[in-house]
């Protein structure tokens, strides 16, 4: 049984007044993934622009 299947059987038999409690922590769980996500990303950024901002970027990219 996968990890997905488990977790919907588990919900089958979680008390209604529960479910919200449930509905706010996936929520949570979500936009820790989305703020992780970001926090990557600018961290790559500051890296990256220094080669973003060569002007041998800006001759390899002017044609496309």
């Known amino acids: 049984m996968s990890k997905k299947s ?5 919900l089958e038999n979680i008390p209604e007044n529960l479910l919200e409690d449930v509905l706010d922590y996936i929520n949570f769980l979500k936009s820790k993934i989305n703020r992780q996500k970001i926090a990557t990303a600018l961290a790559s950024e500051s890296i ?8 041998e970027e800006d001759e390899a990219w002017r044609d496309l």
């Open 48 to 55: 990256l622009k220094k080669d973003w901002l060569l002007p």
């Open 6 to 10: 488990e977790i919907i059987a588990e």
